[in-house]
């Protein structure tokens, strides 16, 4: 794909193919019903309204359905919206395929496979070796596919795991600069911290909280996976006890859903490693989007700052 | 023991066995050393100086040790103290019995036992009754020993039980009134809501907090029960999940130390019961020492208040 | 009625009668003018759009008239709405009665103040008593048919005497648990606490605050209430204090408008019944309509959050 | 008195009249009684401790009793102490008056009588007039003689009614510049605002909370006044609510202790006159105790802040 | 101009000159193009929607264009729009000025001139009153055009200006009340307090925050303007300090803005004196739009409070 | 010196020279003055009192003498002190040097000085490099001396620079990880942002504030410091503003002294970057005096929190 749909301006004209991401049928102050659909490519996702909502309608166009459109791209409150002057389902003819209109990680999952799987070969505590490879390997196909979140930061396919290997680098490197650190406990934690991800959320696209994650969330559900590792493993020990914690902590206050602050050095430092890599990734994507000498819209998960791009920005 | 140590008022004398609740030994402003005693009985406690800490002395009078002391009663600084005229270490002779030192829940073991397991009868789903049931079983012993907290309220020897025997008869009340309550959900969080407290704590006497308490906390340790309790006795289903939130929920709010917030209608309410039986518990033992046309002490749990009681009180 | 305008599903057709609850005029964007109107039977209430807004019609269609109607429900951007046909407003051979559209308390009026009036039989102390029998009957007819609120909960009519009479109970039954609980002070506090809404709202339907109810409140209201009944009856002493204090604290906390927090045991029971009533009320309402396995809408007044009813939920 | 007892530095000797403020029995490390005196004159106060407390002893050193005292100033980590020499109590002989030891007012109570009685007259409103007439008659003696406050700002005999006055004039120089500001209302605001505190408050010296204060507030108290005082004159009108929210907002927040927040503009004023006369008073006398160059103690109910005195001050 | 713009009610005819503020092209749910007009007399601002939004129309309507309008006052949701039937730039002819389209202070630039210089010349300290005259000197052409901010107070030409002079004339009074007041520190800490300003807005008309108003703030604009004004003076003492930190203390607390909250008497009175005289400008216009016996709207920057009119207001 | 004072136990002997930090005369309750005197080698420090006080024996032992001493170690309340039995100030012959009492940091000055020359040396922005170039040459001396704090944090000689060293090595492994950061302003935020600490700071040893650093503190200053530096270096551009601003926000919210939260990628780093060294430098030295299994002290600037070394820490 040439050009996302997000980079046209507004007045241009569209014709292209796109998925539905959700299609959601209203009715207009004078009662007819509609369809408003979000359309996306791998560059974002897009409005646009079809003014026919009959049954046969709706079905046709259910999300995840790939479609061609053609239209005119407009400015409606400050938001771009298509404009639709066509739209059908693509066909089998038209050779297109649901992986290509989903952001993905930009690294494979076997690249990323590869990376964890080294950093936990090298762990020297037996005990959170074994632990941490029995979970990874419990939840592999899911760990791989399922975002980070469902939006604010690394909310694309695979983000989870590409969040995890980002911060297993930057984990590398502080504990290079400060050697006090256990290297064990900080990979470890880590890997571990949003595992839970893969119950709390509903899948890879399309992305929902389930009631399980509603109800226990993430951080309660790995907090329990891990001690029943232990147990079917027949490990016992402090590393029990202090994964729990690591996992338990990594939001650093109690006001943040974590039940316990850190009260451990490298748990401390694993809510730093995670707070700093989200960070970066949200910053990278809104700046993306932003002119030097410009402001970046706010940014909600960032105390709702907007962010400036110096003109002498490379 | 006719008359309780704290019942003492300043300027009296005092001739009577106590026990040690702890001793610390201290250097005076001279160089000297002496040791601090806490002395109890079943009313409260005092503190007396013993002006020698001689090694003897200190493994002597060493902390669950019964004296027999003579000496006056003393206010220093607003609080009363005991200025020791006598004290040695009661003899066999005596006859004491430590458990005669230490101030316990008005209902016997059994009696509190009887109760409760009646409550777990009448429940109907056989899930949350068989999951409660076996996890009371498991902690028989120390559910029925344990204090509900190491200050505050409930701080005696078998207080976490009568802090539960009392909730249930509330919830008992409560769901009377509210008939669209589930009283199964609510009788076992009642049981369970505390009970990883007896992993939290080190015990019913000069009780401190575990490593795993500090770390984890009696609310995670008492979800991660729920989830292998289930596991072992082979049950699935919602009614795991939903006590699982129960127990981990019933702080409130994240700053109390709940992960998740109450969002199932008998967690609120357990919320409630809980806080409500907890706060006519350290009412109710702060109104006792105060006169009527009086204020309590500040009472720090309930945000520092002091209470007055009206002369017309009974 | 035999199904409530507010249980219909979208695409229903609907032919009934409803109340006109609010009736706005707004200009369209295309300038035309037309009424929103707010339909009600006592299952709740539904929005209509009028397009004709001519003076006759905004006359005839006056808040508090009921109407004939004849449309289709439709979802509109999530909320349900009321695609009118037709609509005419009721004659009086069609023989309705305003009393059958609005929702009101449980309990009739009568039933209400036999009960309230037994527990005040009760009271031992006779200045309480005088005090609470004066007000009461001061306000007779207004307490039993105001709301106890203008929305979030009991906020129908009569609504402020049933949120009182099931305060009662619960009081009652508490007060059985916790014998050094003053059930005189208790009964009193509940009686009068909101007692001073029938001077802070406007009247029982269509709800408002009066400018008195916004600038001093039904607390400092009802504060200065007891202190001229007292005056007026010649009673002096403590109650008198206690009995303002118990009311002026019920908020529990200076944030939530109570100058003072309770410093009575009373006081601050008085504060939890109030609380577990109002939420029992808002939770049974949000619940009613939510299917097992779903959540409810948010509800504001509990923290915003979202409750679940488990699928093994009666 | 040439030198006050706070104007003297470590080492210096002392020979002087002051009285007892207060007078605390305790224990020394060692066992024995001693007694901890609070002494005062106009300037401030000092401690001193007294190595005798036999019965005799403390009766002849009751809190109010004028001592004649010999001894030096030492500086007691960080505080000066006063090491008695000598001491007995005045004799008649002495000629001396308890008036003298006491801080009081920079203005008489005539003439600060004679001020507000002008701001009244100049009053046009007739109920407010009235009103405010009425109650500051009925709390002459005491509104004349009391303290605004047992600390903090104007903590001194006629405390209350300097504070009034200095508040009146800054309102006047207000409402010159703000000439939509209704006067009447604001000096009716500014004489009634804190006039509760003379039920509120023990009395003018030693001053504490009595129960009434503590439970009801002088802001609820005042208001309770207002109501029954425009019954007892027969005055009805909408100046009676908007006097009475006056006072109940006057502390500017529900957090400060204003169950409603200003919601006209002249309680609005009435809040910011308050504090600002009030900071006033505190930064004067925090600074004229310190030298150019330095920084003030920190003023607790200034935040906690201190305050640097430049060196070209005055 | 007879009758503002923000006068008619619902339902008038309309036939004036007006000045467009903003216009902003939008697209309608049908796809067609419309400007959004925001329409201003001195008396405030009224929106029309143009159903044609050319190129050409676009551009002949742009920002600050006096424009001719005929049409109808119509009230939308609560507020009140122009339904045009008739619109058209004003021509040289129609002899109309920008200036009397726009709202500005009650004083001539002139007469502020005028009365600060006055405050300025009776500075007795040299330091000061130098600093003080070389800012205003350099920004005097910004400074008496500027509004005080983008909107709640003083958002009118030359308000910076209007503001200035109303505090000075407060200042004046207070120190005539508080003569320990250092009145040349408190005149030119009036001054100086929102210099910043004229680099952190954009300038008197359509203002918006300059990039190096958002990114240092106009606090720390002016810090660094008094330093380098000091150097290229070459004065040197505790005055440049002490200026500095009065500037950089006025918003009274971290959480508003000021990296130091005041830790000079004058600067705390800054910070008051700011406050009252903002207050009195924002309640004075809500107050002037509210009937006696009425609410004005919510005022955001007070706390989103409502404040009642009473009936005997004049 | 083989063992440092803080590493005895209570009830060895002692035997060695060390350094007065501070010494502060005091009166014991009996009114005999004495000598508290705080003694530190470079592992810490230890009170001990020294029980005279005379004119000349405050002058010979003045903050910063270096005496030998001989007593025993005791613990009062839970502190060690030490029991004077011998103490002397020393004499030329025992050939002691200040430096050798002083804590300092891990790298020598030149070495420091030529890691951070190096970074600035690979800067490619020339206006970032001047400016930073021009203001640690200028403070070069001072830089290289001043701890980074008073306390908390980097509180030794050399802390500041020891305190940059480290967290440009950390910025240097972020910015290779993500390479959206721009390297220049992330190294001269880090080498600029705690500079006006040698003005806000009274000196390497026995540090306090300054009237400037309490007045107007140390992010202030420096905003000040660049933009002098580029007016004198003839620097404009867009740079100055940025470098004030990456300084101006790098406490990261208002209430932690920043008047702007971090607006720039790499200010929002560099908050992160300073607080991840400033943690663990304060990790690190805690968990020195803690042995496995145990908690350490609690920590005021995280949070109060007591951390745990985990019993298979290395």
Redesign the interface.
């Given at each position: 794909m040439d050009k996302g749909i997000t980079q046209y301006e507004a007045g241009e004209s569209v014709d292209c193919f796109l998925m539905i991401r959700s299609a959601v049928?209203?009715?207009?102050?004078n009662?007819n019903?509609y369809l408003t659909l979000m359309l996306q490519d791998t560059s974002g996702e897009i409005e646009a309204?079809l003014w026919d909502a009959k049954d046969e309608t709706v079905k046709m166009y259910a999300p995840q359905t790939i479609v061609k459109v053609a239209g005119e791209i407009?400015?409606?409150?400050g938001r771009m919206?298509l404009?639709l002057r066509q739209i059908r389902p693509a066909s089998p003819q038209d050779g297109m395929d649901a992986g290509d209109f989903v952001e993905t990680a930009p690294l494979s999952q076997e690249e990323m496979a590869d990376i964890i799987t080294q950093f936990i070969f090298e762990m020297k505590?037996p005990h959170i070796q074994r632990i941490t490879r029995f979970l990874l390997k419990k939840y592999h196909h899911e760990f791989l596919e399922y975002p980070a979140a469902t939006k604010n930061h690394h909310e694309f396919v695979s983000g989870l795991a590409y969040h995890v290997v980002?911060m297993l680098?930057?984990a590398k490197?502080?504990a290079?600069?400060?050697p006090?650190l256990?290297r064990d406990l900080l990979y470890a934690g880590v890997i571990l911290h949003d595992l839970g991800k893969v119950t709390e959320l509903s899948g890879p696209i399309a992305t929902t909280y389930t009631?399980?994650g509603?109800?226990?969330?993430h951080?309660?559900i790995m907090?329990?996976e891990i001690?029943?590792t232990a147990?079917e493993l027949g490990i016992e020990?402090?590393?029990v006890?202090?994964l729990?914690?690591i996992v338990?902590s990594h939001h650093g206050?109690?006001?943040?859903?974590?039940?316990?602050?850190?009260?451990?050095?490298e748990a401390?430092?694993l809510h730093?490693i995670d707070?700093?890599d989200a960070?970066?990734n949200m910053?990278?994507r809104a700046?993306e989007r932003t002119k030097p000498?410009e402001?970046t819209e706010r940014i909600f998960p960032?105390?709702n700052?907007?962010?400036?791009k110096?003109?002498?920005?490379?």
């Open positions: 049928k209203s009715t207009a102050v009662g019903p309204k407009q400015n409606y409150r919206q404009k505590n980002s680098q930057l490197s502080i290079d600069l400060y006090t256990d009631a399980e509603n109800l226990i969330g951080i309660s907090v329990n001690g029943q147990k020990g402090e590393e006890m202090v729990q914690h338990l206050k109690a006001e943040w859903g974590s039940p316990k602050p850190p009260m451990i050095k401390e430092m730093y707070n700093l960070k970066m910053l990278d700046l000498g402001f960032l105390d700052r907007s962010f400036y110096p003109h002498f920005s490379k």
